[in-house]
């Protein structure tokens, strides 16, 4: 069984509209403020209250950015008892930044002398 969350082909290397998805999951403010706040507390994640309190978002947008968030692999959410935590997934922004610096410097104007 496949998971959807994979978004690498079987080269390993990220595709472009897996690319174009993620980038755009972080082009919403409102999205990309979670996330960098997530960033922010690290491995462990933060519980989606706090992520509302400090951020001051209404549950049910929370709720729906999250969800986008989680569709492209950037967060992953996790429940500890009646706790649910979201957590950044570092792996899925690096994947990212690599995909963008992939090909740098591979055009001839690019090298040196």
Do not use: N, W
Not at 3 to 27: F, P, T
């Amino acid at each position: 069984m496949v998971d959807k969350i994979i978004i690498k082909d079987y080269l390993g290397i990220m595709k472009i509209e897996s690319a174009a998805k993620r980038l755009a999951e972080l082009g919403h403010v409102t999205r990309l403020s979670i996330f960098r706040y997530l960033v922010k507390v690290g491995d462990h994640g933060a519980p989606v209250g706090e992520i509302q309190q400090a951020l001051g978002i209404p549950g049910s947008t929370l709720s729906h950015h999250i969800g986008r968030l989680v569709s492209v692999g950037l967060i992953r959410q996790v429940r500890d008892s009646r706790t649910l935590y979201c957590v950044p997934q570092f792996e899925a922004l690096d994947e990212l930044v690599e995909y963008l610096r992939s090909e740098c410097c591979t055009q001839e104007a690019c090298k040196p002398g």
